[in-house]
């Protein structure tokens, strides 16, 4: 599933410093063009409360959580984070296809079979997800966006992220391998 033949070979990633610049320079320009940083969990928010709307419209429009999303017939999907988030997957797709390195693989412990390194990754996703609405905020929109507007919270963010994995990691590590 190589966009280029197997003897040309993936393309080198590129230098972090040149990396992290673009980055910079691309967050800076989503504050001014949108006035909004860059974010993502808002996205599966919009995604759950019009999957939420669609099972049970009633109890969904009068949920305090949910509610407010609906205010004025809005659809939650009919955001900026929407376009955002499909546009980060289309521009990662198209970026790892053209540089040689896009394919499907199945990482985690290696003596688990594929459908339990697919539930641990699911776990993993769904718990991330659940503290980054309890935060309110998820890595890009907190660590990144909060960071570089010298947010607290960005910085405590991504202390406790860290932190966390690395705590997590380390007791996984001895029970998976």
Excluded at 77 to 86: G, M, N, P, R
Aim: charged fraction near 10%; proline fraction near 5%; hydrophobic fraction near 50%.
């Amino acid at each position: 599933m190589s966009a280029t033949t197997p003897s040309a070979g993936p393309r080198p990633f590129w230098q972090p410093h040149l990396a992290g610049v673009l980055l910079g320079l691309g967050l800076l320009m989503t504050f001014v063009l949108t006035g909004h940083g860059l974010g993502a969990s808002g996205f599966t928010t919009a995604l759950a409360a019009t999957t939420a709307d669609v099972v049970a419209p009633a109890a969904t429009e009068s949920s305090s959580y949910w509610g407010p999303m609906f205010e004025n017939g809005r659809n939650p999907l009919d955001s900026w984070i929407t376009w955002q988030v499909i546009g980060a997957a289309l521009g990662a797709l198209i970026g790892a296809m053209t540089a040689g390195r896009f394919q499907i693989s199945y990482d985690g412990p290696v003596r688990l079979g594929k459908p339990q390194r697919l539930l641990m990754a699911f776990a993993g996703g769904a718990i991330s997800g659940l503290g980054a609405r309890i935060s309110l905020g998820c890595t890009s929109g907190l660590g990144l966006s909060g960071a570089a507007t010298l947010a607290s919270a960005g910085f405590l963010f991504l202390g406790g992220f860290f932190i966390t994995g690395a705590i997590i990691g380390l007791a996984t590590k001895r029970i998976w391998q």
